[in-house]
Structures are given as structure tokens and as C-alpha cells.
């Protein structure tokens, strides 16, 4: 009994002691910091709807020169790579049987309208019967279609560039035996290009002749190209499921070389449209939401509706308003009802983004 009141004792004066000695404390509550969030504030920016694909050139005219007859080749007025004009002598074929069947036809006609000539006061008079005359008119008439043959012979015999273009290789020399197909040089009008590409068929409704379309080739990487839709196939491809579309680019400077592959954009449709950068976006399950904060800085979770993306922005279709700023950065340091000290977003970080994805 008295071990269990020495006991009792010594805690009563261990606490008395406890209180004289430690110095009174006051209990403090732990404040939690402010965090520092970027904002941006939404926008109303210039987008354009487009589809990508993949295209070929192809020059607007192009033929392979080739001879219509058997002949050897007398002379070649041309050299590789020559910028012709419609009409320019490329090649000349041995010809002088074609030029003397034409003299001879000449020679007839002239004959035989001459003869013509004295019989008619004979007709008039009833001198000569009319049928003499008739018999002259129907001579006349077959060496003129005579002529006109050794003249079309003739014709044969020099090759003319038929557009103006630029000419390949010269895959011939003076004095080689040519006939028909046989491949003397090409010959391409590249002052304008033919950009050949497909569209999947989903987007046959947004497809019109006149629409733009931008392209880019690999030799020229920071050059855009843009041209105008002028044809669209009447088939859909079994295969790809996809339309094949034909555009139209201006090629003055002969940039652009037949064969080319290019990476081309058809613009559907430009418009003004509610844009955010796309780190803003916080998606839960199937739905979408953004971090918007209030006058009096308080973070305000909100639902939106997204439209497209494209580089880093996306669009809001629904769930936002011009100039209601959104938490871009720091989201995993707040939650809905925390106090939140704001940044404003560099202007490169979106603006600038869709800006030049439209104006590209």
C-alpha cells in the first residue's frame, strides 16, 4: 500500500515539476502555402479544318517524242533540258523524196489548171465538149489531193515541239534509223504542276473543286506550295476506300519537278473558334474537364466539350467563355476550393501556336 501511494506521489511532482520547468508553448496551426499556377485565358483564334495526305506530281502536258514514220535523222535542233516554244523544229528527217513528190504534185496542178484555163472560152463557144472539161476538173482534183499527201509525207519528216515546255535527254544522235516509238526525248509543261492525291471518302461531302490546298516537298522543307482543286474522280477506290483528287499548282520558277512526292493539306473550311492549350485539359473516364479560377482566385472545376486538336491546342465547343482563365500548369498542386496565386501564360504557349497553324 505504501509502494502504490510513493508511486502516486512521484507522478504528481513529476507533472508539477514538467509544468515550472518546459516554458509554456503555444499550439500553432501549420499554415499551408499559396501555390503559384500559370493561366491562360481562353481565346477566340483562326483555325481551318484540313485533311492530310500524300501526293504526286505530275506536269501539266508531258509526251514522250517519238517519230510517225521510219526515217534516218537528218538533223537535231535541240539540246537536254531546252525550254522550248509551241511549234519549234526539234527534229528533222531525211526528206528529199517527200519535197520532189511535192514539186512533181505542184507541177501537175499548175499544168492542169493552165489547160483548164484555154479549154473554157473553147466550152463556152461549143468548140470543146464540157465533158473535156469535166475530165481536166476531176485531174486537178485528184493531184491536188496528191499534193496534199506528199505535203502531209513531208510534214511527217520534221518533229515540232506541240506546247511549250521544258525537253529531257536527247536519247538520239544525227543519222540514227528512227521509226514509230521509237523515243527521241520528253518534253514536260512544268509552268504549272498536277498534284495528284487521295481523300479518304468520309470526307467526299466537305470536297469541292475550288477548294485550297497547301503542299510541301522535301527538297524544298521550309517552302509551301498552293494551289486550287480542279478535279475530283467519279470512283471511290475499293481498295483504300479513298477519292482521288487533282489540284492545280502554280510552278513558275520550275521548282517543282514531275514525280515529286508531296505532303499536301486540303483545306476544308477556316473559321473562329474558342481555343486552349491541350495540357489544360484534365480527362476523367469519358469526359473532359479544365481548372478555371474565379475573381477571388479560387480554383473551380469545369466540364467541357472538346472539339478538335492539332500541335498542342484544342478547341472548346461547349463549358468556357472568351477571356475566362484556365490553370495550364500547376494542376497537380491544386484542387477544387484551394486559393491559388496566378501567372499569365507566355503568348507563344497557344495563341501563337494556332495562329500560325492557320495563317501556315
Known sequence: ????????????????????????????????????????KVAMLPVRDEVEAIGNNKAFESITITPKVTEQIAEINFNDGDIVKKGDLLVQLRNREQLAKVNAAEVKVRDHLRELDRIRS????????????????TLIDTTRAELEQAK???????????????????????????????????LDDVSKIKLDFSVPERFIQEIALGKNVEAKAIAFPDRIFKGVVTSIDTRVNPTTRAVLVRAIIANADAALLPGMLMKVKLIKQNRETLLLPESAIIPIQSKHYVYVVNEENIVERQQ??????????????DGLVIDQPVI?????????????ITQPAEAFNFANVAGAESAA
Open 328 to 340: 495550364i500548369r500547376g494542376l497537380l498542386k491544386v484542387r477544387p476550393g484551394d486559393e491559388v
Open 152 to 186: 502531209a509525207a513531208l510534214e511527217d519528216r520534221a518533229i515540232h515541239a506541240p506546247f511549250s515546255g521544258r525537253l529531257g535527254l536527247k536519247l538520239v544522235s544525227v543519222g540514227s534509223l528512227v521509226s514509230p516509238g521509237t523515243q527521241i526525248t520528253t
Open 1 to 40: 500500500m505504501k509502494k502504490i501511494i510513493f508511486i502516486l506521489v512521484a507522478i504528481v511532482i513529476g507533472w508539477f515539476a514538467y509544468q515550472f520547468i518546459q516554458p509554456e508553448q503555444i499550439e500553432t496551426k501549420r499554415v499551408k502555402p499559396i501555390p503559384n499556377v500559370v493561366v491562360a
Open 304 to 317: 467541357v466539350t472538346l472539339g478538335i486538336r492539332n500541335r498542342g491546342w484544342v478547341e472548346i465547343l
Open 122 to 137: 473553147l466550152v463556152t463557144s461549143k468548140t470543146v465538149a464540157e465533158l473535156e472539161r469535166d475530165r481536166l476538173q
